[in-house]
C-alpha cells in the first residue's frame, strides 16, 4: 500500500486566498483524521471522520476552516480566506477499526500564508 | 481531563541509552504509543502497548508502562545519529471512539 498520501506537499500562497489542501487514506480505513502541527502550539487534531461522516469538529479554529470527505478515498481540508497565522504543517492521518486503533500519517502539507 | 505530558529536549551521545518519558492523566487509555518525526517528515509509528502490558521490547526499543503512576518510558539502546528527531507519547482513550490525545513531542538530539 502506499501509504496516506497528501497533496500538495508544499503550498506558499497570499493572505485572503482560497486553500485547499487533499488526502487520500489508506484503502479500507474508515477512520480519516486533520492535524495542523506548529511550533507554538504542537500538533493539534482539527477534525475526524468515520465512514466519511465528520464526529468531531471542536478543533476546528474558526469558520473559515471547513473538511468535507466525499467519499472513502478522499477527503478536503480548506481554508477560506487564510491568514498568515494559518501557516503550517498540516497532516492527514488514517486508521482501520481493527486491533491496536493506530493511526498512520501522511507526509504533510506545508502551508505558507504571506 | 485528558493530558499528555513530556519533557521537550534530550541530549545524548551516540552508543549510549535513551529513555524518553511521559506521564497521561486519564487511566481509561486502551493503548499507549510512540511515534517519531524525522525533519520535515510526518509522524511513523515506533510501538504501541496495551494497557494490561506493562513492558514490550523490539530490537533496540524498550517501552515501560507503570499504570499506577500513569508513566509511560521509551528506552533506545545503542543511541545512533539516525534517532535524532521529535518522540510523541500518545493514548486512545476508552471513551473516545478513534482519537489519540499526544504530548507535545521530545526532540533527542545525538551527538557523535
Known amino acids: 500500500d502506499a501509504g496516506v498520501i497528501q497533496s500538495p506537499r508544499h503550498e506558499v500562497t497570499e493572505m485572503g486566498q482560497e486553500v485547499t489542501l487533499r488526502c487520500k487514506p489508506i484503502?479500507?480505513?474508515?477512520?480519516l483524521f486533520w492535524y495542523r502541527q506548529t511550533m507554538m502550539r504542537g500538533l493539534e487534531l482539527l477534525i475526524y471522520f468515520n465512514n466519511n461522516v465528520p464526529i468531531d469538529d471542536s478543533g476546528m479554529p474558526e469558520d473559515r476552516f471547513s473538511a468535507k470527505m466525499p467519499n472513502a478515498s478522499f477527503s478536503t481540508l480548506k481554508i477560506q480566506p487564510s491568514e498568515p497565522r494559518d501557516s503550517a504543517v498540516y497532516f492527514c492521518a488514517s486508521r482501520g477499526s481493527g486491533g491496536g486503533e493506530t493511526q498512520y500519517f501522511g507526509p504533510g502539507t506545508r502551508l505558507l500564508v504571506l | 481531563g485528558e493530558d499528555v505530558e513530556q519533557s521537550l529536549f534530550l541530549s545524548v551521545r551516540e552508543g549510549d541509552s535513551s529513555v524518553i518519558n511521559c506521564t497521561y492523566t486519564?487511566?481509561?487509555?486502551?493503548?499507549l504509543y510512540w511515534y517519531k518525526q524525522e525533519p520535515g517528515a510526518g509522524l511513523q509509528l515506533l510501538t504501541y502497548i496495551f494497557s494490561n502490558m506493562d513492558m514490550k521490547q523490539d530490537q533496540r526499543l524498550t517501552v515501560l508502562l507503570n499504570k499506577k503512576d500513569k508513566h509511560l518510558s521509551l528506552r533506545i539502546a545503542d543511541t545512533q545519529t539516525g534517532d535524532s528527531a521529535i518522540y510523541f507519547c500518545a493514548e486512545s482513550i476508552r471513551s473516545n471512539t478513534g482519537k489519540l490525545i499526544f504530548g507535545q513531542g521530545t526532540t533527542l538530539q545525538v551527538k557523535p
Open positions: 484503502s479500507g480505513h474508515d477512520y
Open positions: 486519564d487511566s481509561s487509555s486502551t493503548y
